[in-house]
């Protein structure tokens, strides 16, 4: 039951995510190059998560558990990783914009960077650790 209560809040996070994703180019004019790899991004994030929901429903059709152990651990990895990229994509992103194109980067948009690539090595690595099976 417990499974189930977190692919249900899942769901409903990730139609949130794509509503307000929908909200924003509505409300969006114009859309710059920045904006559509963020888009981009988004996309991808959104699409790795609605995998790992359906491999949840997957299991539990089978009669799995939505967790256990060796799940629980690839989670712990793939956070701590996600972690350390959000710790080095906030020092290292805006140094190098800085250096390459001569251009400082709004706090927003260091936020945003930093959402995503932990969001993005986050998924990768819970991906790659649990094909693996390690």
């Known amino acids: ?8 809040v899942a769901t409903i996070l990730v139609a949130m995510v794509l509503v307000t994703l929908f909200l924003y180019l509505i409300g969006t004019r114009e859309i710059e190059y920045n ?3 963020s888009i981009g991004i988004v996309l991808v994030l959104v699409g790795l998560a609605m995998y790992i929901i359906w491999d949840k429903i997957r299991n539990i059709q089978k009669g799995l558990p939505g967790k256990d152990e060796r ?3 690839i989670s712990h990895k793939a956070g701590y ?7 080095w994509s906030a020092v290292l992103i805006p140094t190098m914009i800085d250096i390459i194109f001569g251009y400082e980067l709004d706090a927003g948009d260091i936020s945003a960077i930093v959402v995503l690539v932990s969001g993005f090595v986050f998924v990768v690595s819970y991906l790659y650790l ?3 099976g390690k």
């Open 71 to 73: 799940v629980i651990s």
């Open 35 to 37: 904006q559509i790899v």
């Open 81 to 87: 990783y996600g972690f350390i990229a959000a710790i």
């Open 130 to 132: 649990y094909q693996k």
């Open 1 to 8: 039951m417990k499974a189930k209560k977190e692919i249900i």
